[in-house]
């Protein structure tokens, strides 16, 4: 082939109508957000249902995009679970906006893998200066930012889930070497048959996850009453362990549990972290969002014991997943736990900036920062504050319309923006009640169980929702419960 015939072949592929098909596909987003009201909210598909709507062979020849516009609502749209209508009530909410869309636009075309400095320096350096920013809107204390001059600082992780086994690993490698230093006869694999991690009972599956990607043992304990896990629970654990001859070296504290969305005691874990040399990581992946609003800060009284702290910016702050925000006062021993250094990733201002790499499980990473700094400047602090108690307020909305029905009950006392709920009496009901709501299409919950009794959960998920869209939610549970309440009568 000529370089005449290749250069046109290549200026065919890059049709000038692309630009168009980019437009078009604005305004079909712009108008999907706007409607999605209209729109149910889990689809009534079965598994295998798109494979029969596609070709079984990708096209040869290249496909108009109005074609592709086509097929997106007959392809996609007929599939998808809207997590954004206001009506969606299941799981945490996943965190979306107009100024974090552009954002992951812009960041999709520049298109740089920000794995060193080097690699795109506005990368790097953003990140630094947003977790700054996010850090100091929460009220963290000055160690864990990078602008206290010593070694502190945050990162933009994928997940909550990867930050708690960041954190693993880092503990990990920190009580290795202590060990090594006491005990230099010892081999890694006698100290890591040794080593032990704990949690609250009610933490998130991805603490044990971590343990078993991290091949060291975590306990889950019994927390108290109210759900917490409480500083004496642990120091009883712990001083069980050691009397055991192992090494208690991990601890998970949860601000916000997944099922409840209960508080461990911060304050009271970490002083008993402190006293043992024991790394303290705080999720707080949901709640934290919450600790922009100062009155919310007493549930992370302690939070200045920690030796990491991660929340969810893509959950709560309308910040488009995948948005992470993890802060590591000693981050040197992650980099040390993931240090792998070949001459092709080193450059001449190592040392100077992070390289973003040793933070992290994988080594490439997207221009995240982009979405933080555009929702920080386009909303402002008091916006961001405005959206998360006025979606706590809709809880309470909620919390009210339940408790006025005393064939009700509240599960879990309300304190964010989830409310755990049932009908008095048995499992069995309760997961008719699921059943029916799910089952009219019209809302969509998920429900949880703790010690044996069986509830539904309602999460305030979409920053569309207002309080009409609670009333008819409260109305399609209502008649659900009016339906499960008769069929027992029979």
């Not at 496909?63 to 086509?70: G, K, L, N």
């Not at 704990?198 to 603490?207: F, G, L, P």
């Not at 040392?351 to 221009?367: K, N, V």
């Amino acid at each position: 082939m000529s370089e005449q015939d290749l250069k046109l072949q290549f200026e065919t592929m890059e049709a000038p109508d692309f630009k168009e098909f980019a437009k078009a596909m604005t305004d079909y987003i712009a108008e999907y957000l706007e409607n999605i009201r209209d729109r149910q909210v889990v689809p009534s598909v079965k598994p295998g249902y798109l494979r029969p709507l596609v070709p079984e062979q990708a096209p040869q020849q290249p496909e108009p995009w109005t074609a592709v516009m086509a097929d997106i609502e007959r392809v996609v749209m007929s599939g998808v679970t809207h997590w954004h209508s206001p009506r969606f009530h299941a799981y945490f909410p996943t965190a979306n906006s107009y100024p974090a869309i552009v954002a992951d636009m812009l960041s999709g075309a520049i298109a740089c893998i920000g794995f060193t400095w080097i690699a795109s320096p506005a990368c790097t350096e953003l990140e630094v200066v947003m977790l700054d920013w996010l850090g100091q809107m929460l009220g963290l204390p000055e160690e864990f930012l990078a602008r206290s001059g010593g070694e502190a600082g945050g990162v933009i992780q994928g997940t909550a889930s990867e930050a708690t086994l960041v954190a693993l690993l880092g503990a990990k490698s920190r009580m290795m070497q202590r060990v090594k230093e006491q005990h230099p006869e010892w081999s890694d694999t006698d100290i890591l048959s040794k080593l032990v991690g704990y949690c609250n009972k009610q933490a998130h599956s991805s603490v044990e996850r971590a343990g078993l990607l991290g091949g060291v043992r975590l306990k889950s304990l019994q927390p108290d009453g109210q759900r917490r896990l409480r500083g004496d629970t642990l120091r009883d654990a712990i001083d069980e362990d050691i009397r055991n001859g192992l090494i208690p070296f991990y601890v998970v504290a949860t601000l916000g549990t997944t099922s409840s969305c209960t508080f461990d005691a911060l304050d009271e874990i970490g002083d008993v972290c402190l006293s043992h040399g024991i790394w303290l990581h705080v999720d707080a992946a949901y709640a934290g969002s919450a600790f922009i609003c100062p009155e919310y800060r007493y549930l992370m009284k302690g939070v200045e014991k920690a030796d990491s702290f991660n929340f969810n910016p893509h959950k709560w702050m309308l910040v488009n997943f995948d948005c992470s925000a993890m802060w590591l006062k000693q981050p040197r021993w992650i980099v040390d736990a993931f240090n792998v250094d070949p001459l092709y990733l080193k450059h001449d201002q190592q040392g100077s900036a992070p390289d973003y790499r040793h933070w992290q499980i994988p080594l490439g990473r997207r221009f995240r920062a982009l979405k933080l700094w555009f929702v920080l400047r386009l909303y402002g602090v008091e916006n961001l504050q405005k959206h998360i108690r006025k979606q706590i307020a809709l809880a309470h909305l909620f919390e009210k319309l339940c408790t006025s029905d005393d064939r009700f009950e509240l599960f879990e006392e309300v304190t964010m923006g989830l409310v755990c709920f049932k009908l008095k009496g048995s499992n069995e009901i309760n997961e008719e009640l699921l059943r029916r709501i799910n089952g009219r299409g019209k809302i969509h919950l998920v429900p949880s169980k703790i010690d044996d009794v069986y509830f539904l959960r309602l999460a305030i998920c979409s920053r569309f929702s207002e309080e009409s869209d609670i009333h008819i939610s409260w109305e399609e549970i209502k008649s659900s419960a009016d339906e499960v309440l008769k069929s027992q009568k029979k």
